[in-house]
C-alpha cells in the first residue's frame, strides 16, 4: 500500500530565504509524484509532478523537486521565498495503472516572514 | 476554459437536512473524486468514479451518496445520516496522465 509522509506540519521561513518542503514515500511500484498548493478557501493547484524521465522537475512559481528513488523522497524546494508562497502545500503519490489509488500526506503549512 | 466547477462555494444545512453539492467538468476526465478536508488535515477520500454508471465507497463514505449518470457531472449528497458534516469538500477528476485536477470547494456548516 502506498504512504506520504511530510516532515513537519508548519514551516516558516524569512522572505528571499531557501524553501524546503519534505516528502517521503512508500510505494511497491514505480509510482507518479505530485505536489499541490492551497491557499486559504481554494481548492488545490497542481504545482508539479514527476512521471519519468528528468528526476528534477520544474514547476510553477519557481518551485522545483526532485525525484530520489534511493531515498524514495520527492523534495519540494524554492530557491527564495516570496510572501505570496505562504500556503498548504500537499504531496501526493499514485501508483501507475491503479487509477483509484491516489495519497496525499498531510500537507505542510508554509508561513513566510517579513 | 476548461475546467471543474463546484456549486455552491457556501452551504448553509439544518440538522437532519440532505443536502446536494455539485461538481462539474468540461476535460472529458473519465474519473471523479469526492474528498473530504476539515480544518488543518489532509484529504479524505469519499467516493470516487472511474467511468460513468460506476462508483466506488471511498474511506469515508458513510453518511454519503453519489451518482454518475453523465461523464461531467458527479454531485455529491451529504445526507442526515452524517454526524458530523460541516467541512470543506473537494471535488476532483483525473486526466489520462494520472494527474488530479480540483475544483474550487464547497464548504459546508451545520446550523
Known amino acids: 500500500a502506498q504512504s506520504v509522509t511530510q516532515l513537519g506540519s508548519h514551516v516558516s521561513v524569512s522572505e528571499g530565504a531557501l524553501v524546503l518542503l519534505r516528502c517521503n514515500y512508500s510505494?511497491?511500484?514505480?509510482?507518479?509524484l505530485f505536489w499541490y498548493v492551497q491557499y486559504p478557501n481554494q481548492g488545490l493547484q497542481l504545482l508539479l509532478k514527476y512521471t519519468t524521465g528528468a528526476t528534477l522537475v520544474k514547476g510553477i512559481n519557481g518551485f522545483e523537486a526532485e525525484f530520489k528513488k534511493s531515498e524514495t523522497s520527492f523534495h519540494l524546494t524554492k530557491p527564495s521565498a516570496h510572501m505570496s508562497d505562504a500556503a498548504e502545500y500537499f504531496c501526493a503519490v499514485s501508483e501507475k495503472n491503479y487509477g483509484q489509488n491516489f495519497v496525499f500526506g498531510p500537507g505542510t503549512r508554509l508561513s513566510v516572514l517579513p | 476554459d476548461g475546467g471543474i466547477t463546484q456549486s455552491p462555494k457556501y452551504l448553509f444545512r439544518k440538522e437532519g437536512q440532505n443536502v446536494t453539492l455539485s461538481c462539474e467538468q468540461n476535460?472529458?476526465?473519465?474519473?471523479m473524486y469526492w474528498y473530504r478536508q476539515d480544518p488543518g488535515q489532509g484529504l479524505r477520500l469519499i467516493y470516487y468514479s472511474q467511468i460513468v454508471n460506476d462508483f466506488q465507497k471511498g474511506d469515508i463514505a458513510e453518511g454519503y451518496s453519489v451518482s454518475r449518470e453523465k461523464k461531467e457531472s458527479f454531485p455529491l449528497t451529504v445526507t442526515s445520516a452524517q454526524k458530523n458534516p460541516t467541512a470543506f469538500y473537494l471535488c476532483a477528476s483525473k486526466s489520462r496522465t494520472d494527474t488530479q485536477y480540483f475544483g474550487p470547494g464547497t464548504r459546508l456548516t451545520v446550523l
Open positions: 510505494s511497491s511500484v514505480p509510482p507518479y
Open positions: 476535460l472529458n476526465h473519465d474519473a
